[in-house]
């Protein structure tokens, strides 16, 4: 396991500019890179393997309701976290340029190298337990969806709403990896009538299989 000075070293660190372009070619870019959060005593890591992409001009966007203080990040700079309760967990989105316009981090997968902590998954598992089972959540579905993924990465809405990446705390950061396709449908659990047909939903094809829901009908970018 590398210390901090290791770790940040070995990362390239996403910075704020990354944030401040068209949503959807944020949401596409966010795909592959990894999220590292530094739970109590040890970093955890999940690769981005799906996201969503919000315009404030869309009815599916909540900044398309208006300013609230709740909603107070979406109006903040590119690159600000913006974090809500959805269907009973925290979710992790963050700003993108223009107000109100943001990218939903949908899912991930649990990201290990050289630099891991050898009870990573264990530690996720804990964080993430399944209810009513003795047994631990599998590590493929420890982030299978944006409430686990938060669970599992000890993401909470009142640690992180309106504020700003941390490399000492939280950051993402660019491995180099370069995905070889990205498939492209429609947002997931969105209302009839609130543009619930818009292709904004991105998945890293290799990961498909652990992405929120198994795509079944694909373009791809």
């Known amino acids: 396991m590398c210390n901090l000075a290791q770790i940040t070293k070995n990362n390239s660190i ?3 500019s990354f944030f401040n372009r068209d949503t959807q070619l944020v949401a596409k870019d966010l795909l592959g890179k990894v999220l590292y959060v530094w739970d109590q005593d040890m970093w955890l890591s ?3 393997i799906e996201t969503e992409a919000y315009y404030r ?3 599916a966007s909540h900044a398309s309701l208006g300013f609230t ?3 107070k990040a979406l109006f903040m700079p590119p690159g600000t976290i913006y974090m809500y309760y959805a269907r009973g967990g925290d979710s992790l989105n963050i700003s993108t340029k223009g107000d109100g316009n943001a990218v939903l981090i949908k899912s991930a997968y649990p990201y290990q190298d050289t630099c891991s902590a050898p009870n990573l998954i264990a530690r996720m598992q804990a964080n993430n337990p399944q209810k009513n089972n003795s047994m631990p959540r599998p590590a493929h579905k420890l982030c299978k969806g944006q409430t686990l993924l938060c669970k599992s990465l000890n993401l909470k809405v009142p640690d992180w709403d309106t504020q700003q990446f941390d490399p000492n705390k939280f ?3 660019d491995k180099g990896y370069q995905p070889s396709e990205i498939i492209i449908t429609p947002r997931l659990g969105i209302p009839e009538g609130r543009d619930q047909h818009l292709p904004y939903r991105f998945i890293l094809k290799e990961y498909a ?7 079944t ?3 791809t970018a």
């Not at 299989?209 to 795509?215: E, R, V």
């Open 217 to 219: 009908k694909r373009e």
């Open 69 to 71: 203080e709740k909603r």
């Open 57 to 59: 001009e869309e009815k």
């Open 209 to 215: 299989q652990h992405s929120t829901k198994k795509p």
């Open 171 to 173: 950051y993402i950061a």
């Open 46 to 48: 999940a690769i981005i």
């Open 14 to 16: 996403i910075k704020s």
